[in-house]
């Protein structure tokens, strides 16, 4: 089981940027699939951004081109870099992880994840 942390959020305006960390421990997550989801108030979670063990990258198409997804193996690290971030992005972020190949953008295929941070975005 690996635990995850996450950090970074906050409350910008509409424009500014952030970077979320989630930090892995219990084991390397340098092989697996790290994806960031993200739940608004009164609605359901959905799916962010993903990375593979060999560097893919997966977007959903709301953040595509504004938000960039990293890892640091290194620091059993992953990033989540939101620019041009919009009132709409306004929701509590989640890191997860899974070992094994899955359909990125479904959440119920994660083993792991994290207490989530808030990132709220003023107009």
């Known amino acids: 089981q690996v635990q995850l942390v996450e950090s970074g959020g906050g409350l910008v305006q509409a424009g500014d940027s952030l970077r979320l960390s989630c930090a892995a421990s219990g084991r390397t997550v340098s092989s697996y699939i790290m994806g960031w989801f993200r739940q608004a108030p009164g609605k359901e979670r959905e799916f962010v951004a993903a990375?593979?063990?060999?560097?893919?990258?997966y977007y959903a198409d709301s953040v595509k081109g504004r938000f960039t997804i990293s890892r640091d193996n290194a620091k059993n690290t992953v990033y989540l870099q939101m620019n041009s971030l919009k009132p709409e992005d306004t929701a509590v972020y989640y890191c997860a992880a899974c070992p094994r190949p899955i359909n990125v953008r479904a959440g119920g295929q994660y083993d792991d994840w994290g207490q989530g941070t808030q990132v709220t975005v003023s107009s």
């Open positions: 990375i593979a063990w060999i560097g893919n990258t």
